[in-house]
């Protein structure tokens, strides 16, 4: 389970990086909408590899990033999730305290997962924010990706 999951965070990462990429190179890194999914992706990542690994949290959900951070967080929250993976049970569980300051037990491998199907869910909600603007979406392939 711990190469799966390293080569999805891999996969991830890069995409996370095109996207950011994609909006930058079209001058769109200020349009509130595209700027507000991007933040989210990284802070919710942020958030739950802290939970993950017991460390604070110095973001929220929807917190405004400045730009110039958008590529650093992406790598560090790539490496803080990387280094779980290697160094933790990923099969076991983790406890953490929800948003509403809620004691909660959850599978790790769950959470895991979570994170990468947010992160999917929030670059298609990306591009269809790209082409109602009239720019060019990102392309990435999961399948094309791994052939490399």
Known sequence: MQG???SKFEFDYQANQLWIDTIEQQDVTDNFEIRRQVCHILN?????VSRLNGTPVFSDDWDDLPF???????????????????NKDIA??????D???????????????????????HRAHINFLL???????????????SNK
């Open 4 to 6: 799966f999951f390293l």
């Open 44 to 48: 919710v990542h942020h958030l739950w």
């Open 68 to 86: 110039h951070s958008w590529k650093k967080m992406n790598r560090e929250n790539t490496a803080q999730t990387q280094l779980f993976i290697v």
């Open 92 to 97: 076991g569980e983790t406890e953490y305290t």
């Open 99 to 121: 948003s509403e300051g809620d004691p909660q037990r959850k599978s790790s491998s769950d959470i895991l997962y979570h994170i990468l199907q947010h992160s999917i869910h």
């Open 131 to 145: 082409r109602k603007i009239g720019a060019i979406p990102a392309e990435m392939n999961f399948i094309t990706w």
